[in-house]
């Protein structure tokens, strides 16, 4: 099996900053695309950020220029720094991975962590 398992988040006021990281373990060959997401309270998820094996990334036009995803492919881990927050980034955040298990070596298959909360304050 294949864990991701977030950390950081937490509560800062508007224009503050806040940084997550989410690291996979288990039963890995290798990752493809690892990302971040989020969910408001009746809110669908939606992409925030996605980065592949090789470093190119995708922004939601959304935290363009305030956030920042990079990873770590020697850990099989993402971060994610967040700038100049506002109250509407508050949101549960999900790490995803497109993981290739030993086991599934051709087929990627996707991974979630269980979330983080982040809430920023007017």
Not at 3 to 19: D, F, M, R, T, Y
Not at 77 to 93: F, G, I, R
């Amino acid at each position: 099996q294949v864990q991701l398992v977030e950390s950081g988040g937490g509560s800062v006021q508007a224009g503050g900053s806040l940084s997550v990281s989410c690291a996979a373990s288990g039963n890995i060959f290798s990752i493809n695309d690892m990302g971040w997401y989020r969910q408001a309270p009746g809110q669908q998820r939606e992409l925030v950020a996605r980065i592949t094996s090789g470093g190119m990334t995708k922004y939601a036009d959304s935290v363009k220029g305030r956030f920042t995803i990079s990873r770590d492919n020697a850990k099989n881990t993402v971060y994610l720094q967040m700038n100049s927050l506002k109250p509407e980034d508050t949101a549960v955040y999900y790490c995803g991975a497109d993981v290739f298990t030993m086991t599934t070596v051709t087929i990627p298959l996707r991974y979630w962590g269980r979330g983080t909360q982040v809430t920023v304050s007017s």
